[in-house]
């Protein structure tokens, strides 16, 4: 975390309390300075720094691909306050200076900023990795329905069956992720950062359905055995999804992806008739494991790809 310390105080007085507060970068005196582009590199203490410089420092550190968070408490703070991406205003502050922040602290207590830092993580990270997981039953059944209109002669789940998936896959793994106290640095584009990681599920489920009926067009497979085979590797498919999300594995998450697949397991042998499970042929299983062994590796070419396309996409958007 890059700190750079702005007061529109003597620089000697401002440095004198950045070395008892443990920094002992260089100051400089910003009523000398015209051009703060020049100086923003070199420094991390600015002292009398006027308000039309405390807004160009922000940008010119936005400028370059810098989040930048400010602090303050007076009218000359308000300029910078509204350019910065977080605006901190002290709650003994002017009534400006609170109003174009993002966040007022009540009692001035700014030891309270790293447990504020660590809660945004936690929310961010654990929305990524719960929305991944959403994305992809969303992206699959989209992309089925459409194809059901226009290739499939009948969609291949029956709701029982997608409960099961969404359950075992989304619905108890979210609830565990969502509280899991997680606070790492966030990274890259959150939008970004969740479909490279649901499209390539939802790609695979689509793909193994396609398999299952194109197979029906050379082999007889009743709809009750197309459906019991789109159901097995659809939730396989879900499941190494939560897999991959969940890395790198904790404790926690070890547990909650090996009880998951054991109930999946479970449910699929001790509740056919329940979950409309029938038994299948010989040639059917053969095709259901070859398939199974495939999804892995499906999986890590499709998200290199995804991976690379936004890569270039982001470079062509700088």
Not at 92 to 118: E, F, H, R
Not at 231 to 255: D, E, F, H, Q, S
Request: glycine fraction near 6%; include cysteine.
């Amino acid at each position: 975390m890059d700190i750079k310390l702005i007061s529109g105080d003597d620089p000697k007085t401002v440095e004198a309390l950045a070395r008892k507060a443990g920094f002992t970068s260089k100051s400089i005196d910003m009523s000398k300075v015209q051009d703060v582009e020049t100086v923003v590199d070199s420094y991390s203490i600015f002292g009398r720094v006027t308000p039309e410089q405390k807004k160009e420092l922000v940008l010119a550190l936005k400028k370059r691909n810098k989040t930048v968070a400010m602090t303050g408490d007076g009218v000359n703070d308000v300029m910078a306050l509204k350019e910065a991406d977080c605006s901190i205003a002290m709650g003994s502050g002017s009534q400006a200076c609170k109003s174009v922040a993002s966040l007022v602290l009540l009692k001035d207590q700014m030891n309270a900023l790293p447990a504020i830092l660590y809660q945004g993580r936690c929310v961010i990270n654990n929305i990524q990795r719960t929305a991944s997981l959403f994305l992809v039953k969303t992206l699959f059944s989209i992309g089925l329905s459409l194809l059901t209109l226009i290739f499939l002669k009948n969609y291949p789940f029956k709701p029982i069956q997608l409960t099961l998936i969404s359950a075992l896959a989304t619905g108890i793994p979210s609830f565990v992720l969502t509280l899991e106290p997680n606070g790492n640095k966030v990274k890259g584009n959150f939008l970004q950062n969740v479909i490279s990681k649901a499209l390539p599920g939802a790609i695979c489920v689509i793909c193994s359905v396609i398999g299952v009926s194109i197979l029906g067009h050379f082999i007889y497979i009743s709809p009750s055995e197309y459906s019991t085979m789109c159901t097995i590797l659809a939730g396989v498919n879900a499941l190494m999804v939560l897999i991959r999300v969940c890395v790198p594995m904790t404790t926690l998450r070890k547990i909650l992806v090996t009880i998951m697949c054991m109930i999946f397991v479970g449910s699929i042998i001790l509740c056919k008739n329940f979950f409309y499970i029938v038994h299948l042929r010989w040639y059917e299983i053969i095709y259901v494991i070859l398939n199974i062994c495939l999804i892995p590796h499906i999986l890590t070419v499709v998200s290199s790809w995804i991976k690379l396309f936004l890569k270039q996409k982001n470079k062509v958007w700088k």
